[in-house]
C-alpha cells in the first residue's frame, strides 16, 4: 500500500538525515564550497576592491633586484615606498619578509622610507615548532622593521589536505599573546576603527561615533571561508610603472590613491602560491599569488563577504526535512508526479544555497540537494505492502 511506502520512507528519509547531520562529510562541504564559488564568480573581471595589488615585476626586479634571486634590494624596496606614499594610498601593506638585516645602507633606506610613509603594515608567519604540531612560535620582523612600522600582522594560510586554500584564521594565540591576521590590521586602518573586537561568532570594527561600528562574522575558532570574487581578485598595479622616470601614468596614480596599497610577487617566480577553488587559477601553475589571495581577504573583511557555516542544528534541520520530503515522494502511486517533485525539491535545494551563499552562508549543497533524489530511489525500489 502506499501508506505503508509512504511511512517506510518517511523513516528512512528521517534516519538517513540525521545520521547525515551528526556525520558530515567533510569532502561535501568542501565540494560544495568549490561549486558554489564556481558558480558565483565573476568571470573575467577585475574587482573594483578598496585593495590593490603593487606588483614586484620582472622589470623593477630587473633594474632593482638581486641578480639571481627573486627580491628586490632592501634600496629597491625604500625607492618603491617612497614613490608609492606619493600617490596617497590610505595605508601601505608589505608583503614582503624581513628575517634579518641585509645591506646596511639599504636598511637604513627602507627603515627611513616606511617612517616617512606612515601607516604601513608588516607580515609575520605563524610556524608550527616540530612535535605534535601543537606548539607554535612567530617568525617577525626584525626589531628595527616591527619597531618603525605602524603595525605587524600575520599572514600565513592553512591550506586543507587536498592542499587548497578555503578557509583562513583571523586570530591566533601564539605563545599566549592573541594575535590578528594581516587582513585584519589592514581593513582597520581602511576603516579608521579604533579597537578590534574580537567574539565567539563575530569581529567588530568599533569607530568612533556616530559611526556604525563594522561586523564580520567568523566561527567559534575566529575563521571565515574565503569568497573568492573572480578571476583578478583585485587590480594589480607593475611596481615598474611606480618608480619609472617621470612618474605613473595617470591610470597607475588613480588606482592607487585612496586605496590600501599592497605590495609583493605575483609572478610564478615567486614561491608564495597557493591552490584556490575554481577558475581563479593561474593558467600556467593551477593557483593563485599568495599577495592576491591576501588581497582577496583583506577586500573580504572591508566588504563583509566571507562565508561562514550556520549552526549544525540549521543543517541538520533542513538535511532531515528533505529526506524525509524525498521519502514521501517516494511512496506516491503515480511516478512522474513524484519524480517531478524530487527534481523540484534538488533544484530548489541548489537555488537556495546559491542564494545563501551570495548572502555569506555556507550551506551543504552537495547534501541538500542529492538526498531526496537518493532517499526516493532507495524507497521506490522497496519491496510495496
Given at each position: 500500500?502506499?501508506?505503508?511506502?509512504?511511512?517506510?520512507?518517511?523513516?528512512?528519509?528521517?534516519?538517513?538525515?540525521?545520521?547525515?547531520?551528526?556525520?558530515?562529510?567533510?569532502?561535501?562541504?568542501?565540494?560544495?564550497?568549490?561549486?558554489?564559488?564556481?558558480?558565483?564568480?565573476?568571470?573575467?573581471?577585475?574587482?573594483?576592491?578598496?585593495?590593490?595589488?603593487?606588483?614586484?615585476?620582472?622589470?623593477?626586479?630587473?633594474?632593482?633586484?638581486?641578480?639571481?634571486?627573486?627580491?628586490?634590494?632592501?634600496?629597491?624596496?625604500?625607492?618603491?615606498?617612497?614613490?608609492?606614499?606619493?600617490?596617497?594610498?590610505?595605508?601601505?601593506?608589505?608583503?614582503?619578509?624581513?628575517?634579518?638585516?641585509?645591506?646596511?645602507?639599504?636598511?637604513?633606506?627602507?627603515?627611513?622610507?616606511?617612517?616617512?610613509?606612515?601607516?604601513?603594515?608588516?607580515?609575520?608567519?605563524?610556524?608550527?615548532?616540530?612535535?605534535?604540531?601543537?606548539?607554535?612560535?612567530?617568525?617577525?620582523?626584525?626589531?628595527?622593521?616591527?619597531?618603525?612600522?605602524?603595525?605587524?600582522?600575520?599572514?600565513?594560510?592553512?591550506?586543507?589536505?587536498?592542499?587548497?586554500?578555503?578557509?583562513?584564521?583571523?586570530?591566533?594565540?601564539?605563545?599566549?599573546?592573541?594575535?590578528?591576521?594581516?587582513?585584519?590590521?589592514?581593513?582597520?586602518?581602511?576603516?579608521?576603527?579604533?579597537?578590534?573586537?574580537?567574539?565567539?561568532?563575530?569581529?567588530?570594527?568599533?569607530?568612533?561615533?556616530?559611526?556604525?561600528?563594522?561586523?564580520?562574522?567568523?566561527?567559534?575558532?575566529?575563521?571565515?571561508?574565503?569568497?573568492?570574487?573572480?578571476?583578478?581578485?583585485?587590480?594589480?598595479?607593475?611596481?615598474?610603472?611606480?618608480?619609472k622616470p617621470g612618474g605613473p601614468d595617470a591610470r597607475w596614480r588613480a588606482l592607487v590613491a585612496d586605496r590600501f596599497a599592497l605590495v609583493g610577487g605575483v609572478e610564478e617566480i615567486f614561491a608564495d602560491h597557493h591552490r584556490v577553488p575554481s577558475a581563479r587559477m593561474d593558467a600556467h601553475r593551477q593557483q593563485l599569488a599568495g599577495v592576491l589571495v591576501l588581497g582577496q581577504i583583506i577586500s573580504?573583511?572591508?566588504?563583509?563577504?566571507?562565508?561562514?557555516?550556520?549552526?549544525?542544528?540549521?543543517?541538520?534541520?533542513?538535511?532531515?526535512?528533505?529526506?524525509?520530503?524525498?521519502?514521501w515522494l517516494a511512496g506516491t502511486r503515480r511516478l512522474m508526479p513524484a519524480l517531478a517533485g524530487v527534481v523540484a525539491l534538488a533544484a530548489l535545494a541548489v537555488l537556495g544555497s546559491i542564494h545563501e551563499f551570495l548572502g555569506g552562508v555556507l550551506v551543504d549543497a552537495a547534501l541538500l540537494a542529492g538526498l531526496p533524489p537518493l532517499v526516493f530511489a532507495v524507497v521506490r525500489v522497496w519491496p510495496?505492502?
Amino acid at each position: 500500500m502506499a501508506l505503508s511506502r509512504r511511512f517506510v520512507g518517511l523513516s528512512v528519509g528521517a534516519v538517513l538525515g540525521l545520521a547525515l547531520a551528526a556525520w558530515r562529510p567533510v569532502g561535501s562541504e568542501r565540494a560544495s564550497f568549490d561549486w558554489l564559488t564556481w558558480a558565483t564568480e565573476e568571470r573575467g573581471q577585475t574587482a573594483d576592491a578598496a585593495v590593490v595589488v603593487v606588483e614586484i615585476d620582472r622589470a623593477l626586479l630587473k633594474t632593482h633586484g638581486v641578480p639571481g634571486e627573486a627580491r628586490l634590494k632592501r634600496e629597491g624596496l625604500a625607492e618603491l615606498v617612497t614613490r608609492l606614499a606619493e600617490l596617497k594610498p590610505r595605508a601601505i601593506g608589505l608583503d614582503v619578509e624581513f628575517p634579518s638585516a641585509r645591506e646596511h645602507a639599504g636598511d637604513a633606506q627602507l627603515l627611513d622610507a616606511i617612517a616617512a610613509a606612515g601607516d604601513v603594515t608588516l607580515p609575520e608567519a605563524v610556524v608550527t615548532l616540530p612535535g605534535d604540531g601543537s606548539a607554535l612560535t612567530l617568525r617577525e620582523p626584525i626589531a628595527p622593521f616591527a619597531e618603525v612600522a605602524r603595525q605587524v600582522g600575520f599572514v600565513t594560510l592553512h591550506p586543507d589536505d587536498d592542499e587548497t586554500v578555503r578557509r583562513v584564521g583571523l586570530v591566533r594565540t601564539v605563545n599566549g599573546v592573541r594575535r590578528h591576521h594581516f587582513a585584519l590590521l589592514a581593513a582597520a586602518q581602511m576603516l579608521g576603527a579604533e579597537h578590534i573586537q574580537v567574539q565567539p561568532d563575530r569581529i567588530m570594527f568599533l569607530r568612533k561615533p556616530p559611526t556604525p561600528a563594522l561586523v564580520v562574522p567568523v566561527d567559534a575558532s575566529a575563521a571565515t571561508w574565503v569568497r573568492f570574487t573572480g578571476d583578478h581578485p583585485v587590480p594589480v598595479v607593475p611596481g615598474s610603472e611606480l618608480v619609472k622616470p617621470g612618474g605613473p601614468d595617470a591610470r597607475w596614480r588613480a588606482l592607487v590613491a585612496d586605496r590600501f596599497a599592497l605590495v609583493g610577487g605575483v609572478e610564478e617566480i615567486f614561491a608564495d602560491h597557493h591552490r584556490v577553488p575554481s577558475a581563479r587559477m593561474d593558467a600556467h601553475r593551477q593557483q593563485l599569488a599568495g599577495v592576491l589571495v591576501l588581497g582577496q581577504i583583506i577586500s573580504n573583511v572591508l566588504e563583509g563577504r566571507g562565508v561562514v557555516t550556520p549552526p549544525p542544528w540549521v543543517g541538520g534541520l533542513l538535511l532531515t526535512a528533505l529526506a524525509m520530503a524525498g521519502g514521501w515522494l517516494a511512496g506516491t502511486r503515480r511516478l512522474m508526479p513524484a519524480l517531478a517533485g524530487v527534481v523540484a525539491l534538488a533544484a530548489l535545494a541548489v537555488l537556495g544555497s546559491i542564494h545563501e551563499f551570495l548572502g555569506g552562508v555556507l550551506v551543504d549543497a552537495a547534501l541538500l540537494a542529492g538526498l531526496p533524489p537518493l532517499v526516493f530511489a532507495v524507497v521506490r525500489v522497496w519491496p510495496a505492502r
